[in-house]
């Protein structure tokens, strides 16, 4: 059992940045495709950026067009972490955002662990 848990949501103006932190716990977060989903209220759960697994250093990431550019996601194996970095917010990436630990690339909502969510609130 993986468990997950989300940091670093808050409130910031629009233009500013913030790091969201996911840790891990149970099993080593390098064995699985790792994710940041976001979902705002009455909408969907959509899919933010994924990161390869694997115990090195050299991963491949991939991101929805909404954040290409402004958003990176990163790992760091030793502290069991994944981070999803966030610039040059705006009003339209206020949601929810949760972690999740895939053992495939393309992450589904009904088979991966996910994390509780943290808040991020972007003011315009």
């Known amino acids: 059992q993986v468990q997950l848990v989300e940091s670093g949501g808050g409130l910031v103006q629009a233009g500013g940045s913030l790091r969201l932190s996911c840790a891990g716990s149970?099993?080593?977060?390098?064995?699985?495709?790792m994710g940041w989903f976001r979902q705002a209220p009455g909408l969907e759960r959509e899919f933010v950026a994924r990161?390869?697994?694997?115990?090195?250093?050299?991963?491949?990431?991939d991101y929805a067009d909404s954040v290409k550019g402004r958003f990176t996601i990163s790992r760091d194996n030793a502290k069991n972490t994944v981070y999803l970095q966030m610039n040059s917010l705006n009003p339209e990436d206020t949601a929810v955002y949760y972690c999740?630990?895939?053992?495939?690339?393309?992450?589904?909502?009904?088979?991966?662990?996910w994390g509780q969510g943290t808040q991020v609130t972007v003011s315009s």
């Open positions: 990161v390869t697994g694997g115990g090195g250093n050299t991963y491949y990431a």
């Open positions: 999740a630990a895939s053992t495939a690339w393309k992450i589904r909502v009904d088979d991966a662990y």
């Open positions: 149970g099993h080593t977060l390098s064995n699985y495709v």
